[in-house]
């Protein structure tokens, strides 16, 4: 469950009227680091509060994130934990989706 933190951040962008991106695992399927609910707020200066589950899926819906806030529309990102990656450390091998929806505008 998102902390409280989220959710305030939530309501000071939309309080404010400030550019902030809201990302929300929407779906999961098989092993993942985060569940269905999950939430992470995308500031317009690239800072967040939340998690989807860290790494590099992570950093891939930031960037999908990024784009919403440069304009881009509402989107569902499908991270991919199944492909082979560089290195051992691979916990994960389930598949999530995350909407990634604009906040404050």
């Known amino acids: 469950m998102p902390s ?3 959710y305030r951040a939530i309501e000071s962008a939309v ?3 400030e550019p902030a991106v809201l990302a929300t695992v929407a779906q ?7 569940k269905t609910g999950a939430k992470m707020v995308v500031r317009e ?3 967040f509060i939340g998690t989807i589950g ?9 960037q999908e994130a ?10 569902v990102v499908t991270v991919d934990l199944t492909e082979p990656t560089d290195g051992e450390d691979k916990i994960c091998g ?9 906040l404050g505008r």
């Open 54 to 62: 860290g790494g590099c899926g992570e950093a891939e819906v930031w």
């Open 4 to 6: 409280d933190e989220v």
């Open 28 to 34: 999961t399927f098989g092993s993942t680091p985060r």
């Open 15 to 17: 309080t404010a009227g």
């Open 94 to 102: 389930g598949v999530m989706r995350i909407f990634v929806e604009p």
């Open 66 to 75: 990024m784009e919403v806030l440069d304009g881009g529309a509402a989107r």
């Open 45 to 47: 200066d690239g800072s």
